[in-house]
DNA sequence: GACTCGTGGTG
DNA sequence: TCACCAAGAGT
């Protein structure tokens, strides 16, 4: 059982969503900002943001220009700010020794902070045309269900995964509608749960003949989130976000009273991974605060990691 | 390969 | 209600 290109993209042309990144204007720099918010965040959430991003800095040097608490800032409740990060270093790397163009080459691309197996395919796909196999979670669970007849896809192997996509990739210049369709027909339509095979474009589906055999998958842990450290974590970048000037460690302790220890260990990781710093005066901010990367500000977060953590006894000014 | 890293919509 | 899920990357 295969999937038959033409009938991906003929029905993509059809009912794909006008997506502001797909538009022909849009540059690989822009196209390369939506793929890094994209990640793991639904798109109805990085519409907005992705709209003011662009307009704000354009290209990768204008990006990298701007100070890394700014992106921060800019990228607001998307979630994994860390992502951030990375794509304020990816645009510095771009600028600095790529000429501020964006690379065309997947192992180039590759090489890029912030950029994976997906991304760096993405890439060259939908922002140069490129055929290659572009490989997601959509396309992971359509290639399961029309292809092998399984409900959902096994654990990913960038390896097998990208070689049964390459399989089916049309070698015309379709493919990449055909990659944007087949995630597509995994957003839209082949969708974890509830499918619309109603609906479906595809004529034969491995999973349908089969009589939609239910996964046999063993169950997947419950991602939790409430009361984890990445929720003591998201308070923390909320409470400096909000801020311009640094703020107090009371003023942190604040986000989060339930549980000290893990408190202090989200603030720790915070400094670890560089999106927390600490002045010199003992007070936090977001990294890169009040410097633009022009100035050579230490965006990375050795500084603040240098720094132990004070007491509370010390930093409780009066 | 298993684990971590945010946030908010939804059935 | 709340478990599940959403264009992954890095360690």
């Avoid at 572009?134 to 290639?143: G, L, Q, Y």
């Avoid at 996509?165 to 087949?182: E, H, N």
């Avoid at 063993?218 to 970048?237: E, I, N, S």
């Avoid at 990294?287 to 132990?308: C, H, L, T, V």
């Amino acid at each position: 059982m295969s999937i038959d290109p033409r009938e991906v993209v003929g029905w993509f042309d059809r009912v794909r969503r006008d997506l502001p990144w797909r538009r022909p204007e849009v540059s690989a720099w822009q196209i390369l900002v939506s793929e890094f918010m994209l990640q793991q965040t639904p798109v109805a959430r990085v519409e907005p943001i992705w709209r003011d991003w662009i307009a704000r800095w354009p290209t990768p040097s204008a990006t990298a220009a701007a100070g890394a608490a700014d992106v921060l800032r800019a990228w607001g409740k998307l979630g994994y700010p860390r992502r951030a990060k990375r794509l304020h270093e990816c645009a510095t790397v771009i600028a600095a020794e790529h000429g501020d163009v964006v690379p065309e080459d997947v192992e180039v691309l590759l090489t890029l902070p912030g950029v994976g197996s997906y991304t760096a395919r993405a890439i060259a796909c939908f922002a140069y045309q490129q055929s290659v196999p572009v490989v997601d979670t959509n396309v992971r669970r359509v290639v399961a269900r029309a292809v092998h007849g399984l409900a959902d896809a096994g654990n990913p192997s960038a390896k097998r995964d990208e070689a049964d996509v390459a399989a089916l990739l049309p070698d015309d210049d379709t493919a990449p509608r055909f990659s944007a369709g087949l995630m597509e027909l995994g957003a839209l339509v082949c969708t974890a749960r509830n499918p619309k095979c109603g609906v479906c474009p595809l004529s034969h589906c491995a999973w349908r003949t089969a009589g939609f055999p239910p996964s046999t998958a063993p169950v997947k842990k419950v991602q939790k989130y409430a009361g984890t450290d990445r929720q003591v974590r998201g308070r923390l970048m909320d409470v400096l976000r909000a801020s311009d000037a640094p703020v107090t460690r009371a003023q942190l302790d604040v986000a989060w009273l339930t549980d000290t220890a893990q408190r202090d260990r989200a603030l720790d990781s915070l400094l670890v991974d560089g999106l927390v710093e600490q002045t010199e005066d003992g007070r936090f901010a977001l990294a890169g605060e009040g410097a633009d990367a022009g100035a050579g500000a230490p965006s990375s977060g050795a500084r603040g990691r240098m720094q132990p953590l004070r007491s509370r006894a010390d930093n409780s000014e009066g």
